[in-house]
């Protein structure tokens, strides 16, 4: 059974950094595509970017390229998703999701979420 | 990057009645070589990550009830509740996977 479990709610202040884990069971990790999807509070899904293994390096949507940072440890089964420069428009609850197999698709696993709220 | 439309952006229907949602792509999902839409739907409740009801724009996911269909093809999709059900109230999204991913808006669903 696969489970993507990520880790707990973060208080930030603006222009700290935030970094979000998703650790994966029941799968094998290395054939596995984890995607990073963030939803800011009453709105909707937003693609962020995310790491297919015949790649094996991150891909940004547009708009996240520069201040989003995704990497994955193989060893431990996790990707990290670590936003800088937080702003408090970066409220949001981040999503990892993934599909097993290489390269874009429907997401069949999600996890639970990541609550990061920036104030000051 | 390909955008999605949907429409509307909320709905209200009563209990037992039809809900239908659309969803346009700027450009056509349909992959000609293999004759498949790269076009998904997604149900999320309140405080839940979303939840996949359909990919391949008509294959519904394994456990989803046979009141919830998908249809269209190239640009314009629709996801269909045969008969609306009190737990069916949630925010449905369609999604593209034809070229890295992106979301629709999504669609409020209520009980009128």
């Known amino acids: 059974q696969v489970q993507l479990v990520q880790s707990g709610a973060e208080v930030k202040k603006p222009g700290s950094s935030v970094k979000v884990s998703c650790r994966a069971s029941?799968?094998?990790?290395?054939?596995?595509?984890i995607i990073w999807v963030r939803q800011a509070p009453g709105q909707g899904l937003d693609w962020m970017g995310g790491?297919?293994?015949?790649?094996?390096?991150?891909f940004y949507a547009q708009r996240f390229q520069g201040r989003v940072t995704l990497t994955k440890d193989e060893s431990t089964s996790t990707a990290y998703m670590e936003v800088n420069s937080l702003r408090s428009d970066d409220t949001a609850t981040f999503y990892c999701?993934?599909?097993?197999?290489?390269?874009?698709?429907?997401?069949?696993?999600w996890g639970q979420g990541t609550l990061v709220t920036v104030s000051s | 990057d390909i955008v999605m439309t949907q429409s509307p952006d909320s709905l209200a229907v009563s209990l037992g009645e039809r809900a239908t949602i659309n969803c346009k792509s700027s450009?056509?999902?349909?992959?000609?070589?293999?004759?498949?839409?790269?076009l998904a739907w997604y149900q999320q409740k309140p405080g839940q990550p979303p939840k996949l009801l359909i990919s391949?724009?008509?294959t519904r996911e394994s456990g989803v009830p046979d009141r919830f269909s998908g249809s269209g093809s190239g640009t314009d999709f629709t996801l269909t509740i045969s008969s609306l059900q009190a737990e069916d109230v949630a925010v449905y999204y369609c999604?593209?996977?034809?070229?890295?991913?992106?979301f629709g808006g999504g669609t409020k669903v209520e009980i009128k």
């Open positions: 450009q056509t999902l349909l992959y000609t070589s293999s004759n498949k839409n790269y």
């Open positions: 790491i297919i293994p015949i790649i094996s390096a991150p």
């Open positions: 999701a993934g599909v097993e197999g290489s390269g874009w698709s429907f997401l069949d696993y």
């Open positions: 999604q593209q996977y034809y070229n890295t991913l992106s």
């Open positions: 391949w724009a008509s």
């Open positions: 029941g799968v094998t990790f290395s054939d596995f595509t």
